[in-house]
């Protein structure tokens, strides 16, 4: 049985992190995010309030107002968790507060950890004021608070449109693309809610579901879906909830022995669904300040991989369902915009975790830590989230990673450039020897693995990128349709990119450039390829445009190669959706790297995060690589979480004033070393470490396409700088070009090639960022403080 929304639980919003939410100072959020210095140099607010059952804040002198469950000025559903730091000697009952002139004080009292603390409902989208008074002195202070409707855009930008709102039985709806006359139906998606969207933000009546582990599965081990064939929970109704005697016992691992009642929510939040499990007994009552013992103050958040254009709102499935934190008191959590399959936009995902973690600090209680894990695209949604908004996840768990998306397409392009190449005379008479040593892979079939993956996702004009049974009539064609819907993995981020015009149609404006790479340059100084075979490669190579059109197509030589602007490079770089190597220093991050043979999740990325870590911080002690062969497997899954839930607690009972960045090493656990074993890890017997450099591992450090043009090992430039060609460089190892052919290269590039030794062309330090007033994005400001009167 399910039960709507009841009035006790409104739908709310989350913590974020303290570079952007001035985390622990008046109006900032708590719950475990550490403050950070953004780039300006701005004075780093107070430090955060001890999550959980810590001591109350510290009193002074001054009467200060706090909203912990976000910044106070991106809360949102009109909801917010407050603190009210009382001048040392004054007393709760002497406090009145106001919400823009109605009484509130109600809602505020003297909790039993010595904190007062309230949730302030009924907030207007818009600004609003909090006041709180000592009544015996008229003295106070007052919080602007800015409320968000729950549909979102609060610093992610415009929302892509048309987005079809999922439906409670799935129905025949009509789409239309604004700005134009094209219109036609479509099947929406099942939301697995009781009620269908009651607005054009699809936003829905949430349920919960909720089961229980009978007493003869106690110490079960579910696994990773406890409700199939070998089910250990069954669903109740919670008017009917069985007997104590009938429940299983489990202990949390803060030793608390509950019984084990799961309860699943399923909302609405940011036009997405998300859902929360956690243990919870609907005969005792719940409130922020005094959460359930089942719950043990952690979170997993679980991202899902792929990557599309998706248009529907759906269900974020059951991947929620994990053993190993459930088994340890965890609360697990996962939503759409988390799932790279449903949406490419991880500064869109960034936003929407801070909203579900307000609702979850405004709901359930402040929240000691937020660990994650994901593979493939689910790694990206870890890394990406944590550089834009440093502190919203505490710990990542990567597996089959990718620093980020944004960077990751450079490869995917250049693949398939090369696959196109292939097919001309010149390319065809590469040998698949030479074709792997320019592509950097043991072989050929990687590159072809990535065009038959990836190189659909960025056509615009098919029209399941936009998800399944989208109306084929709605969907761009350069001539038929130019007003159409782009259906790419690249269109959904115009918010962040912006559009720039190809051949009279407006398109994103792309960051992919090749505009003077020496393709093949390291299979050159090998002599895997000849002078001539390097000449020709790239005079052919050409590039793609936004519309997946590819220049060597055209009678024209050298082909033309792509140049981007600066303005879409440098909107990417700020606003962390290329990973910054200074944010990811402050979280522990677990690599599971597995061998895959010929396959796009190839070795060399766990080193380009590293070269990206090494870059920025002169190292990487945050980052351990658990390689393996094969898979992850179930038993090194679960070292992985251990370990983390480890790491992360000792930083937790660090009470130093050190830097986040010196806490994470300092409290990193001693077997949190880079380790490999040569089978998939099923079991905890096959954990035998091999050596993570040694022979015996399968791992092995290849390169890329741009990597093997002399690019460097992080591969995050999108355009590199120029220098003039010189053919008695370093560049080519003192190999010989004749006169044609040197004439041939120079025509290739006449602007100059690239010079590594610099920095990328728009290549500027992350800073706190907003696209709500437009692409290329804006200075987020600092956050509201209360003012004292």
């Not at 730091?85 to 909790?111: M, N, T």
């Not at 043990?296 to 499935?317: C, D, H, I, T």
């Not at 405004?362 to 990206?380: A, L, Q």
């Amino acid at each position: 049985m399910r039960d709507i929304y009841r009035a006790g639980l409104r739908v709310l919003g989350l913590c974020v992190l303290a570079s952007l939410i001035n985390c622990g100072g008046d109006g900032g959020g708590g719950s475990g995010f550490l403050p950070i210095v953004p780039p300006s140099g701005n004075t780093p607010p107070t430090n955060n309030p001890p999550p959980g059952d810590g001591p109350p804040v510290q009193a002074t002198g001054e009467l200060k107002i706090r909203t912990l469950s976000n910044r106070a000025d991106m809360i949102s559903d009109g909801d917010a968790y407050v603190e009210i730091v009382l001048p040392e000697g004054k007393s709760a009952l002497d406090l009145a507060v106001d919400l823009d002139g109605k009484d509130v004080s109600s809602a505020f009292a003297l909790r039993a950890d010595g904190r007062v603390l309230g949730t302030v409902t009924g907030l207007r989208v818009g600004s609003n004021t909090l006041t709180a008074t000592l009544k015996s002195t008229k003295t106070g202070a007052k919080l602007a608070i800015e409320n968000f409707a729950r549909g979102g855009n609060i610093f992610a930008g415009t929302p892509v449109q048309p987005w079809i709102c999922a439906t409670k039985a799935g129905s025949v709806a009509t789409v239309t693309v604004p700005g134009t006359g094209l219109s036609a139906s479509a099947t929406t998606q099942v939301s697995g809610l009781d009620a269908d969207p009651v607005d054009a933000d699809c936003n829905a009546p949430t349920v919960y579901t909720y089961y229980y582990q009978p007493k003869a599965k106690e110490g079960t081990d579910c696994g990773q879906q406890p409700f199939g064939p070998y089910a250990c929970f069954l669903q109740y109704d919670p008017t009917k909830r069985p007997k104590d005697a009938d429940i299983a016992n489990f202990t949390t691992d803060r030793g608390d022995t509950v019984k084990a009642l799961l309860r699943v929510e399923l909302g609405t939040m940011g036009r997405s669904e998300y859902q929360v499990a956690v243990y919870f007994d609907p005969a005792k009552p719940w409130t922020p300040w005094e959460p359930q013992k089942g719950w043990n103050g952690k979170v997993l958040w679980k991202m899902g991989a792929s990557a599309s254009g998706n248009r529907f709102q759906q269900n974020p499935g059951t991947a929620l369902f994990d053993d190993n934190a459930l088994r340890a008191g965890f609360m697990t959590v996962n939503s759409q915009l988390t799932n790279h399959n449903d949406n490419n936009n991880e500064f869109l995902a960034t936003e929407n975790i801070m909203m579900v973690k307000e609702h979850i600090v405004d709901t359930y209680g402040e929240i000691r830590f937020t660990m994650s894990d994901g593979g493939s695209g689910g790694s990206m949604m870890q890394t990406v989230p944590a550089s834009v908004m440093p502190g919203l996840l505490d710990g990542l768990q990567t597996g089959y990673s990718y620093p980020d998306a944004v960077t990751t397409w450079i490869e995917t392009r250049d693949c398939g450039n090369l696959w196109r190449y292939y097919g001309t005379g010149p390319g065809a008479g590469l040998s698949l020897a030479a074709r792997a040593a320019i592509e950097g892979h043991p072989t050929a079939d990687y590159c072809t693995m990535w065009v038959y993956s990836f190189l659909a996702p960025q056509n615009p004009v098919q029209s399941t990128n936009c998800g399944p049974g989208f109306p084929a009539a709605l969907v761009y064609d350069p001539v038929l349709r130019p007003n159409g819907v782009r259906c790419t993995i690249h269109d959904v981020m115009t918010a962040i990119l912006g559009t720039t015009e190809l051949n009279g149609n407006t398109v994103p404006n792309l960051p992919y450039d090749n505009a003077g790479v020496q393709y093949g340059l390291k299979a050159l100084r090998s002599h895997a390829v000849t002078p001539e075979e390097f000449v020709a490669l790239n005079e052919g190579i050409g590039s793609w445009d936004a519309d997946m059109v590819w220049s060597g197509d055209k009678a024209v030589i050298p082909a033309v190669r792509a140049r981007a602007q600066t303005s879409a490079m440098t909107a990417l770089y700020r606003s962390g959706l290329v990973s910054y190597a200074k944010n990811l220093a402050k979280v522990p991050i677990v690599d599971l790297r597995p061998e895959l043979g010929a396959d796009i999740h190839m070795a060399w990325r766990t080193f380009e995060q590293r070269a990206r870590l090494d870059a920025g911080n002169g190292g990487h002690d945050n980052h351990v690589v658990l390689a393996s062969a094969a898979g992850t497997g179930v038993a090194l899954t679960k070292q992985a979480f251990l370990m983390m839930d480890r790491w992360l607690s000792a930083m937790e009972a660090d009470k130093s004033q050190d830097a986040k960045e010196k806490k994470v090493v300092k409290n990193k656990p001693s077997d949190a070393v880079d380790s490999c074993i040569a089978t998939a890890g099923m079991t905890t017997a096959e954990l035998v470490d091999v050596g993570f450099t040694t022979s015996a591992c399968p791992v092995r450090p290849y390169e890329s396409v741009r990597v093997v043009s002399g690019g460097p090992l992080s591969e995050d430039v999108f355009k590199c700088q120029l220098k003039p060609i010189d053919f008695a460089s370093a560049d080519y190892a003192g190999i010989r070009f004749t006169g044609g052919q040197q004439v041939r290269l120079q025509a290739t590039f006449p602007d100059g090639v690239c010079d590594w030794t610099r920095s990328g062309v728009g290549q500027v330090p992350w800073s706190p960022t907003t696209f709500r007033n437009g692409p290329g994005g804006q200075d987020l400001p600092a956050a509201p403080v209360s003012v004292t009167f």
